[in-house]
Every structure is written in C-alpha cells, then in structure tokens.
C-alpha cells in the first residue's frame, strides 16, 4: 500500500526464524520466503529496488549490491545506517526526528506514519465481541495489539496484570509473533492471547484501555487507531 501504479511488492523475504510467523505471513497479498544470502542475491537479480527494515546488518552478508535499496526507519536507531552503510542508497522515515538520528548521510523522505480509517469500521457490538471473551459487564479490559515479541515488552503488562491482584481487571493481546506460543502457554491469570486477528475494529471497540510498552518506536501506528476509536491509552 506504499506504492501506487506500477510499482509493486512481488515477494517479502524474512531471514531470522525466530521472526517468521507463518500464519501472519500467508495474510499477504504477495509471497513470504524465509531465507538467507542466496535468497537475499536471488532477489537481487530478480527485482529493481530492494526494501528492508529490521535488525539487519547487510554489511557482514557479503551480498551482491543492489541497483536501489531502500531502508524503511522506524523508530531511532543510529547503528541501523552504519550496519547497512554499504548497500543503502535512500532511507524512507517515519518521521523527522528518526531521521536526524538514524539515516545519517544518507539521502532521505519522511513520509509520516498513518492508518488506514478503512479497517476501523466495526462489525459487532462491544457487548457481543466481550462476550466471545466471556466478559462481564464490569471487567475492566486492557488491550494490546501488536507483534508479539521482546521489543513490544506484552509480559510487562502481564505482570503488572498479576501485580493487581484484581479479578476485574483483565488483559486481550491481539497479534502473532515469534513469543505468541512462548507467552500464550505460560497460562498467566486474567491474559487472553487471541493470535493475528484482521477485525481490530471489533477488539478496540471492546477494550477499556490500550497499552503500548515497547523499547522503541517511530510514530506506533496502534497510537492513531487506538484513539481514533476513542480508547484511552
């Protein structure tokens, strides 16, 4: 959805295992490939720009180079640039500020961080999506939706829901990732682990409160849609 016309995403590739979630990945409209070098050369050969993001270090792969490579900035990480310095040719930011910090010499846009108010149309009532969670009336519930992983820290919000000793207090995280069956199987009282959802309307609408708690980010697009919908944060 980044690029309009001609330009298209024919394949993604994820090179760390530990980050490839194949349920969230077969929601593209494109090809998942898990892989190393030779895919990221294959690649290469077979596309005009190469778009990454991620903790990546392309400087120590010793791959081809590519006629455009694009890194997506995200968040603020100086050492991002320095690790890839050889292969990028552009950086694409999120905002100014991400950019001063991480592209360093490299040319760069800032295309600020959005959402799509298209997929915020809810189709249940907040009474109704409560209930498929066994809900009462005055639960009160504190939501996540995100990647599930240590950068976006979902058992810091287990342990504070644990902390609380409440029994009203409960807590939903939405999204699937490399820690989902790590997370989900530790049976931790009152955290529901509900896995990638494409009806995030529906699980804002529920919601009391939304929490995000990760190391980093560049403008978290859950912040928009989050209050968007009108739950505090």
């Not at 490579?69 to 694409?92: A, K, M, R």
């Not at 931790?188 to 409160?209: I, K």
């Amino acid at each position: 959805e980044m690029f309009q016309g001609d330009l298209q995403f024919r394949q993604s590739l994820c090179i760390d295992r530990n980050f490839y979630d194949k349920e969230f990945c077969e929601t593209f409209p494109h090809p998942v490939y898990l892989g190393g070098k030779n895919e990221i050369n294959k690649a290469i050969e077979n596309e005009d720009i190469i778009l990454f993001w991620g903790d990546i270090q392309l400087n120590n792969l010793g791959i081809k180079k590519p006629k455009v490579c694009i890194l997506f900035v995200c968040s603020e990480e100086p050492n991002i640039v320095s690790n890839n310095s050889d292969y990028i040719t552009h950086c694409i930011a999120s905002s100014k500020r991400a950019a001063l910090i991480s592209c360093g010499n490299i040319p760069y846009t800032v295309i600020h961080a959005g959402f799509d108010k298209t997929r915020l149309t809810p189709t249940e009532t907040r009474d109704s999506q409560r209930k498929k969670m066994n809900l009462n009336d005055d639960d009160f519930l504190v939501g996540m939706i995100s990647r599930i992983g240590d950068n976006k820290r979902q058992f810091w919000l287990m342990e504070a829901i644990q902390k609380i000793k409440a029994e009203k207090i409960k807590a939903v995280f939405v999204g699937g990732g490399k820690d989902l069956k790590k997370l989900k199987n530790m049976n931790v009282r009152n955290c529901l682990f509900v896995g990638h959802q494409n009806d995030v309307a529906n699980w804002y609408l529920s919601m009391d409160a939304f929490c995000i708690l990760s190391k980093s980010e560049g403008g978290p697009t859950t912040l928009f849609e989050s209050s968007y919908m009108r739950v505090p944060l």
